[in-house]
């Protein structure tokens, strides 16, 4: 059975302010009956406020109009973020005054008000959960989908598997793939090799582990499988293995799946904003040009739907390499365009298996437009000359 993923357009027929992307929020909200389901409820918004440069998270005109749905439907909402990047979160403009409700630390100032959940998983075994998020009685998700550099693109499954965690938990989820080896000291004795190794990579993905002498580290966010590398490491001593970068995908589907079994059914709903994607996370504390066309707003009860309809329909997108950072660099042309900026290996679809696999949700969807753009035909022009 199809689940109803309701989509609002970037593009609009008139040049009308009733027509605009904040304005077909309001009618993705109605659809999901928002005001409806949150009288008396603690409500928390959970997004990216970004740090630092950062200007292409969801920008405060859009948040409002969510903040005020709640309010109108007899909520009470809050939006909650990781602690350092609500330090400062109104200088980007999420203000209580801009936006209409708090901005608090999902585990409070010290990132340490947190619940303990177990769930093994290759290093991992306990997971903290942000205690605001776990105290919410309602959980309102929005994302703004952009590049991701360790699973390729980061939209609603990412902002609850990080943002919702404490810092430990977020680190443990990075660590894991390092988990299963991929580098094999004894096959590579020799400094001056391991040398020539580190120098292979141009973006510095490979670097001596600072704890283990004689032992290489892959940071598996900058690397993007070009296998340089791999042509100077002796056969069998480096390996730039799938398991590696698909375990973080499968700890953001396990840690998405911990946080949403924090609400009861029916108390959480999705947002994913595809404008301004660019090729890196929000955590960066910049913003480079955009390398997709705006697409629109999406919004679901099931994030599994909405994730699923929001890489379909980025898909097939032109990656606009003339935008990105020359310091990056696109080696095969496969796959979503997401995956061929950041490498095969980091398919943004795989997260979505493993959530499945844990029963976040469906991936049949039906795409339903709030607002279609509608088609104006015209007589062609004629030509009339010059007197």
Known sequence: ?????????????????????PAKLDLILERLHVRDRVKDETVVIKMHTGNNLNYS????????????????????????DVTWDVEGAELRGYSPQAIGCPVYPAAGPLDKHSYVHERPFKNMREWKVAGLIEEAGFLI?????????????????KNLALGCMVGQTRGAIHDTC?????????????????????????????????????????????????????????????????????????????????????FAPGKS?????????????????????????DLGLLGSDD????????????????????????????????????QQLHGPL?????????????GLGSRSYEIVDVMPVEPIARDPAGYIPAR
């Open 1 to 21: 059975m199809s689940v109803p993923v309701y989509f609002g357009s970037a593009r609009q027929t008139r040049l009308q302010a009733s027509e605009t992307l």
């Open 57 to 80: 998270t969801v920008p405060p005109v859009f948040v409002r109009k969510v903040v005020q749905a709640v309010k109108d439907g007899g909520g009470k909402p809050f939006v909650a």
């Open 141 to 157: 998700n929005f994302a703004h989908v952009k590049g991701h550099p360790s699973c390729g693109v980061g939209g609603a499954i």
């Open 178 to 262: 390092h988990f299963d080896r991929y580098w094999f000291g004894e096959l590579c004795p020799e400094a001056a090799v391991r040398a020539q190794i580190i120098d292979a990579c141009p973006h510095a993905a490979l670097t001596e582990d600072k704890e283990h002498p004689g032992e290489l580290h892959l940071h598996i966010e900058e690397c993007n499988q070009c296998g340089r590398c791999l042509r100077v490491a002796p056969p069998g001593s480096l390996r730039i293995d799938a398991v590696n970068f698909h375990a973080f995908q499968e700890a953001c589907a396990i840690s998405a799946d911990i946080t949403l079994s924090t």
């Open 269 to 293: 709903v999705h947002l994913n904003l595809a404008t301004n994607m660019t090729p890196m996370c929000d955590c960066f504390g910049f913003t480079t040009l955009a390398i997709l066309p």
């Open 303 to 338: 994030i599994l739907a909405l994730e699923q309809a929001t890489l379909d329909l980025t898909a097939g997108m032109r990656l606009m390499e003339e935008n990105l950072p020359t310091s990056l660099e696109v080696h095969h042309r496969s796959g979503h365009p997401f």
């Open 346 to 358: 980091k398919d943004p679809y795989r997260v979505l298996d493993y959530a499945q696999a844990l």
